[in-house]
Structures are given as structure tokens and as C-alpha cells.
T-cell receptor, first 116, second 112 residues
Framework: SAVISQKPSRDICQRGTSLTIQCQVD?????MFWYRQQPGQSLTLIAT?????????ESGFVIDKFPISRPNLTFSTLTVSNMSPEDSSIYLC?????????????FGEGSRLTVL | ELKVEQNPLFLSMQEGKNYTIYCNYS?????LYWYRQDPGKSLESLFV?????AVKQEGRLMASLDTKARLSTLHITAAVHDLSATYFC????????????FGKGTLLTVNP
């Protein structure tokens, strides 16, 4: 398995502010993903963050709103910019281990954001 | 665009009963994943299915994959209350742009 630490685990934010979520993995991984889970909903992929390249964003998500950094193979950040109540969600960092084998995807504990 | 459909979305069972959750997907995939999520928690990996005909079992849960039908099932045998959770299937696809698309999830409630 993979140990994935996310910070903060939860936060309450004011409308218009920005928050950066950190994701630290216990070993080097190539592929990291950021997902959003809105209340009572499934997971939606925001972007794929591979070290050494720009993040690849999914339809409906843009870099200005969700800038991502991936400075090395064990760390990434996701910033939620200019937040509104619609951004209240759980944000999850995930990594793939053993891509050529089972390719299991592991998740961090998530960062629960509430925007007032 | 890959679509993943899970059904049922809500499932209320009595302890001791059997039931199956279905996961259909719309395009070729190289992996099918099943996850469990407890309220307020992150996702726990249950199974990764790699090939046609793959079957994996863990306790009262058994997952299978039919790639020709683009269908995976999660079968619950003799349900117990501890199995109450939301179960998600997810389909992996893409080469260098590998990603997973999730189903909407099945909220399972096992009643005494």
C-alpha cells in the first residue's frame, strides 16, 4: 500500500480566499491525481500531476482556479483559488503504485473544505 | 468520453441476504477497481481486476470482470451490518494519460 498524507484534513474558509492543500507520499511515484468529491457525490478527477510536466486538467477544471504544483516525486499541492460555497467538497490526492502490474490506486485521507 | 454506470445507487439489505452490485462501462479498459467508503472517510481499495474472467474474493465480497460485456459485479454474500458503506467501481483507461473514472457509487445499508 501507499502512505499518503494530506494537509489540512479540514478547513473552513471565507468566500474569495484561496487555500493550498498539500499531499505527501511515502515513496516516489510518477502519477499523482487530484479528485474532488462534492457532498453525497462520486469522485471527479480534477487533474493529473506528473513530475516534470504541467498538470493535465479535465474538462470543467482550469489552472487559474486549481493551480497544481509537483516539485518532486513525493509531493504535490493543489490550490483552490477565489473560493465560493460551490467549492465546498472533499479534495483527495491519489497515487498509482505498480503501474505495470496491478496498478492499484491509493487515496489520501482527504481535505474537507467548507466555504462560507 | 468513458461512462461508468453503477446500479443500484441505493441498496437496503437484511443481514444474511445476498445481493449484487453492477458496474457497466462504455469503452475498453485495462483495469476495473472496487472501493469502499465509510461516512466521513477516504476510499479503501477492495479489488483490482485486470483481465477478462478475473474473480477475486475477500471475506463476504466477491468481484468479477467480463471485459467483453464491459461489466463488473460485486457480490455480497450473507451480508452483515459491518458491510454498510458506499461502494464505488472505477475504470482505468488511457496510456500515457492514464486516469480513472468513477461510478456514482452504491450506498449499501445492512439492517439487523
Amino acid at each position: 500500500s501507499a502512505v499518503i498524507s494530506q494537509k489540512p484534513s479540514r478547513d473552513i474558509c471565507q468566500r474569495g480566499t484561496s487555500l493550498t492543500i498539500q499531499c505527501q507520499v511515502d515513496s516516489q511515484v510518477t502519477m499523482m491525481f487530484w479528485y474532488r468529491q462534492q457532498p453525497g457525490q462520486s469522485l471527479t478527477l480534477i487533474a493529473t500531476a506528473n513530475q516534470g510536466s504541467e498538470a493535465t486538467y479535465e474538462s470543467g477544471f482550469v489552472i487559474d482556479k486549481f493551480p497544481i504544483s509537483r516539485p518532486n516525486l513525493t509531493f504535490s499541492t493543489l490550490t483552490v483559488s477565489n473560493m465560493s460555497p460551490e467549492d465546498s467538497s472533499i479534495y483527495l490526492c491519489s497515487v498509482i503504485r505498480d503501474r505495470g502490474g496491478t496498478g492499484e490506486l491509493f487515496f489520501g485521507e482527504g481535505s474537507r473544505l467548507t466555504v462560507l | 468520453e468513458l461512462k461508468v454506470e453503477q446500479n443500484p445507487l441505493f441498496l437496503s439489505m437484511q443481514e444474511g441476504k445476498n445481493y449484487t452490485i453492477y458496474c457497466n462501462y462504455s469503452t475498453t479498459s485495462d483495469r476495473l477497481y472496487w472501493y469502499r467508503q465509510d461516512p466521513g472517510k477516504s476510499l479503501e481499495s477492495l479489488f483490482v481486476l485486470l483481465s477478462n474472467g478475473a474473480v477475486k474474493q475477500e471475506g463476504r465480497l466477491m468481484a468479477s470482470l467480463d471485459t467483453k460485456a464491459r461489466l463488473s459485479t460485486l457480490h455480497i454474500t450473507a451480508a452483515v451490518h459491518d458491510l454498510s458503506a458506499t461502494y464505488f467501481c472505477a475504470v482505468g483507461y488511457g496510456g500515457s494519460n492514464y486516469k480513472l473514472t468513477f461510478g456514482k457509487g452504491t450506498l449499501l445499508t445492512v439492517n439487523p
